[in-house]
């Protein structure tokens, strides 16, 4: 099932998906500098994709901006988050009350539930620092991370490592990929996860040198020619990394290095590294990044990667030819600091191409925090109640397919990687209608840690309440990224907002806003609250809710 099976196009986009299809799905942009309209529709593309949703706040302030400026704040922006995972499970081996932070506690015992018990409490954290962002593609860039250098929570078995794991991707989000992939290599979560911290001179362990090719650098496509011989000596550049469960940090054990000389294939050029004693032996790492980052597939093979989750998932010889190619020497030219090429993209023709909008099927977590980001929920200030709302919802999210902490495998989710369905992956017969019924309990009970939607506040919001033809365009706006036709329209308006009233009757509607206004009474509220959440419940059912 494709994009064109998944949602029937109005028919002032049929012209275009015969264009794109012809095009292989995209047309001939590149990384030009897009310098077309910078209106409604093209602000909340670009929010969508380099956040998580957007509030009808958010759309305001990248168009008073500019794109060009707008990308610049997004991409410049870093957040310091202040808060971090509580003890939200009760008895605490290592001495942690309820609601203090176990982040810098004691090694956890080996054996017991202590740590299992604290998973919880860090996706519910994590899923919360995602629901308040700043306006930053930060969070999303760390989620992306989280997804290209995967660990497990339920195979590292110390959330402490995790939760400074996590610190460390969000530092490093629009950072330097080299600089990132070398503190990746030397992190605790990620020693623990692929037996990095196991790897000694009597056998060293290749688990971490293969993905370190295979997945985090040079990848495995047609271009891509690591062997075998190079796996081996990247693992025995990497053997002495040992973890101090105390201070949560790596050091390198001399003794347990392997100070042999390392070769490499022709892929590499035939590169060798030098083999060192002592302390000396940890700054192979470095010669080893060396070697990999000069060989320009990673810059191709790491843009690829951005492209499919930023962008589109089909990357046909167009794309590869005016976007990948480009993005990837911008890379090259600026040591892999990522800023450069991330603003190319999110300020080039080819993001803001019509094709390129509404075209990628929203991740779970994109879902469910974008629904709370857009709609304004409130959580609980009372930490315990806040945690149930939150590992409720993160939950949910996994049971949709998308568990926070823990991807399925070293590769990540299937949906950003797995040809030819890619983010189709998403949807099916289970998770659609599970979706749906989140955003229905959102609407109407609030049946996820009894937090729902407002649908008076978030309406109040937009531009003119009081008239149902503006209000409908206006929440379309934000919840939407296919338009619909007039005639859908005019339907939503009649029916719903209306109640079956004439087509002229739009008097029904701002008679009863403006009731609500000027005496909000339980019988006003009631009035204009049950047409709202019929309303909104309607749009969220509908397949375009589900499109980024």
């Not at 090719?213 to 495995?220: A, D, M, P, W």
């Not at 962008?311 to 993005?327: C, L, S, W």
């Not at 959580?379 to 999210?397: G, V």
């Not at 599970?434 to 109407?444: A, C, L, T, V």
Request: overall charge negative; charged content about 20%.
């Amino acid at each position: 099932m494709d994009r064109r099976q998944f949602l029937t196009l109005p028919a002032n986009r049929q012209q275009a998906a015969v264009k794109a299809e012809k095009a292989g799905f995209r047309t001939e942009s590149g990384l030009t500098a897009y310098t077309g309209e910078f209106g409604t529709a093209q602000a909340v593309h670009l929010l969508k994709r380099a956040m998580f949703g957007s509030t009808p706040e958010d759309i305001a302030w990248a168009k008073g901006l500019g794109m060009d400026a707008a990308v610049d704040a997004l991409i410049d922006t870093v957040n310091t988050v202040t808060t971090q995972p509580l003890n939200t499970y009760g008895e605490d081996e290592t001495g942690i009350a309820p609601g203090a932070t176990w982040v810098n506690s004691a090694p956890p015992p080996e054996e017991g539930d202590l740590d299992r018990m604290r998973w919880s409490s860090y996706k519910a954290w994590w899923l919360k620092v995602m629901i308040d962002q700043p306006r930053s593609i930060q969070e999303k860039m760390v989620l992306f991370w989280h997804n290209h250098f995967v660990t497990e929570m339920d195979m590292v078995n110390d959330s402490r490592y995790i939760y400074k794991y996590n610190t460390m991707l969000r530092a490093n989000a629009t950072g330097n990929f080299k600089v990132l992939t070398k503190a990746v290599t030397l992190d605790p979560a990620m020693l623990r996860y692929l037996n990095g911290y196991l790897n000694g001179k009597e056998s060293p362990d290749e688990n971490y040198g293969r993905e370190l090719h295979e997945l985090f650098t040079v990848g495995k496509g047609p271009d891509s020619a690591y062997t075998e011989e190079d796996v081996r000596a990247t693992a025995q550049v990497l053997t002495g990394y040992r973890i101090n469960p105390v201070t949560m940090e790596s050091y390198f054990e001399s003794t347990q290095h392997v100070i042999t000389n390392k070769e490499f294939s022709s892929f590499y050029n035939t590169r060798k590294i030098t083999g060192k004693t002592g302390a000396a032996g940890a700054t192979e790492l470095d010669d080893l990044l060396d070697i990999i980052f000069d060989q320009q597939e990673v810059s191709k093979f790491i843009s690829r990667k951005i492209y499919r989750f930023f962008v589109y998932y089909v990357i046909d010889e167009a794309v590869e030819q005016n976007v990948i190619t480009p993005m990837a020497q911008i890379l090259r030219d600026n040591n892999y600091e990522l800023k450069p090429a991330l603003k190319a993209l999110f300020k080039s023709e080819h993001f803001f191409d019509p094709l390129n909008m509404s075209a990628l099927i929203k991740s779970p977590v994109e879902f469910a925090v974008g629904m709370a980001r857009e709609f304004g929920i409130e959580f609980p200030t009372e930490y315990m109640a806040a945690h149930e709302s939150l590992d409720a919802i993160r939950n949910h999210c996994a049971n949709m397919l998308q568990d926070l902490g823990d991807p399925p495998q070293v590769a990540g989710w299937e949906a950003y990687h797995q040809a030819p369905q890619y983010h189709e992956i998403w949807i099916n017969t289970d998770t659609l209608p599970k979706r749906n019924m989140m955003s229905d309990s959102m609407i109407s009970t609030g049946g996820f840690g009894n937090v729902k939607i407002d649908p008076l506040a978030f309406t109040a919001k937009l531009s003119d309440p009081s008239n149902p033809v503006t209000l409908i365009q206006d929440a379309l706006d934000i919840l939407y990224r296919i338009e619909l036709s007039d005639t859908s329209k005019a339907k939503l308006k009649n029916i719903i907002l209306l109640s079956g009233q004439s087509p002229d009757s739009d008097y029904y509607w701002t008679d009863a806003w403006n009731a609500w206004i000027s005496s909000p009474t339980p019988a006003n509220r009631s009035i204009v609250e049950n047409r709202l959440q019929t309303l909104y419940k309607y749009l969220m059912n509908l397949s375009e809710y589900q499109l980024a």
